[in-house]
């Protein structure tokens, strides 16, 4: 069996740690959202999934459509927090339960499901910047002009 060398897709320990996503559509903000990186071929992934079917088997069998069921597994494999969800007496604490009658309720649940599934099954999300592509921020020249400021200001210094 030959042992192939390959890239790897993404930083697992990034993809572990997970990333924050603020959920926002035509002017309107649902939340932002903690997640861990969704990624149906990597071997953790797999393994999650295993024990996700194991331990809730029963609950899987209660729920009635398959978008319920991936809602369900989503939830349970990449959420673990949550920002700036309320109900009417004001701030949701994040469960994961709560979590699925949040994103099967509404429509603007289900958006925010689309979105954040597309967000954490994207690799992109879970590079890790080398140090070299970092970009410092110039330092500030003393001597210039803030476009800011209006003449009369600039005058009056």
């Known amino acids: 069996m030959v042992n192939f060398v390959t890239p790897s897709r993404y930083d697992q320990s990034l993809a572990d740690k997970g990333i924050s996503i603020a959920v926002e559509e035509a002017g309107n903000y649902y939340g932002t959202f903690d997640v861990k990186c969704y990624d149906a071929f990597s071997p953790f992934f797999k393994v999650a999934r295993e024990r996700y079917d194991r331990v809730h088997k029963a609950a899987i ?3 009635k459509s398959d978008q319920e069921k991936s809602i369900h597994q989503f939830v349970h494999l990449a959420m673990f927090g949550w920002s700036d969800i ?5 701030p949701v604490k994040f469960t994961k339960e709560l979590a699925f009658e949040y994103l099967t309720q509404t429509e603007v649940g289900l958006y925010v499901f689309a979105e954040l599934y597309h967000q954490a099954s994207n690799i992109e999300n879970f590079k ?6 970092l970009v410092e921020a110039p330092e500030e020249d003393p001597d210039a002009v803030d476009p800011m400021l209006s003449a009369d200001t600039i005058a009056k210094n």
């Open 61 to 63: 069998k209660l729920l």
């Open 128 to 133: 890790a910047v080398p140090e070299e592509e």
């Open 86 to 90: 309320n109900d009417e007496n004001g």
